[in-house]
C-alpha cells in the first residue's frame, strides 16, 4: 500500500480552514450590515475575530498533528509543527488585517456595505491566507506553504530512513510534480549514498535533488 502523501493532506487540512475564514468573516460583518452603529460595532469584534480564527487553526493544526504521529518520526514531526505554529502567528494576523480593511470599505460604501465588505474579503484572500513570503517576494498561502513544509519533512525522513538502513546504493525515483531543473536529470539514476563523487547523495543534494517540497524518493538498490 502506498504511504499517504503527507503533503496533499495537510494541504486539504488547511485549505479547508482558509475556506472557512474566509466565509466566517463575511457571514460576520454582512450579518449585521444594517446597523446604524455597525462601524464601531464591527470594530469592536476584532478581539473576538482573532481569538476565532486562532481557534480555527489550532483546531486545523490538531488535525495535522494526528497525521503527523502516522507517518513521520518524532525529530521530523517537531520540525514541522515548529513551521506550523509560527505560520498560525503570521495567518492570524493577516486575517486581522482583512477584516480591519473590510470594516474601513464598509464603513466609506454605507449604502452597499455589505457589497464592499464581500468584495473586499474576496479580493483580499480569495488566494488563500497568507503565512510565508519567500525570498522572491512570492506570496505562500498557509495551506500552500504548509504542504510544502509537510511534503518537504516526509521526503527528507524518508532519504534519512534509507540512509540508516545500511544500503550503500539507491535508485532515484521520481515523485508527483517532478521538476525539470533539478530532478529529472536524476531520475532513475543509481547513486552511492556516501562519498562526494558526481554520482553521489552529496552531489545529486548540491544539484538540488530533494529540494523543498520534492517528492522523489530513494530505492534501495
Request: hydrophobic share 45%; with cysteine; glycine share 10%.
Amino acid at each position: 500500500m502506498a504511504t499517504p502523501d503527507l503533503g496533499v493532506l495537510t494541504g486539504r487540512i488547511y485549505g479547508t480552514a482558509q475556506g472557512a475564514i474566509r466565509r466566517g468573516l463575511i457571514t460576520r460583518l454582512t450579518g449585521g450590515a444594517d446597523r446604524e452603529d455597525w462601524t464601531s460595532w464591527a470594530a469592536r469584534q476584532t478581539g473576538a475575530v482573532r481569538r476565532w480564527v486562532a481557534d480555527l487553526l489550532a483546531a486545523a493544526g490538531r488535525r495535522v498533528v494526528a497525521v503527523l504521529a502516522r507517518l513521520l518520526p518524532p525529530r521530523w514531526r517537531g520540525e514541522v509543527m515548529r513551521r506550523v505554529d509560527s505560520a498560525h502567528l503570521r495567518a492570524a494576523a493577516q486575517v486581522v488585517t482583512a477584516y480591519r480593511r473590510a470594516v474601513v470599505a464598509g464603513s466609506t460604501d454605507v449604502r452597499s456595505r455589505a457589497a464592499a465588505v464581500r468584495r473586499t474579503l474576496n479580493r483580499l484572500l480569495a488566494a488563500g491566507v497568507t503565512a510565508f513570503v519567500d525570498r522572491t517576494g512570492r506570496r505562500w498561502s498557509i495551506a500552500a506553504y504548509l504542504a510544502m513544509v509537510a511534503a518537504t519533512a516526509q521526503t527528507a525522513a524518508e532519504v534519512e530512513r534509507v540512509m540508516r538502513s545500511g544500503v550503500r546504493r539507491a535508485r532515484v525515483a521520481g515523485g508527483p510534480g517532478e521538476c525539470e531543473r533539478y530532478c529529472r536529470p536524476w531520475i532513475g539514476r543509481v547513486i552511492q549514498l556516501g562519498g562526494t563523487g558526481p554520482r553521489t547523495l552529496y552531489a545529486a543534494r548540491r544539484a538540488g535533488l530533494f529540494h523543498p517540497n520534492c517528492r522523489c524518493r530513494l530505492v534501495p538498490s
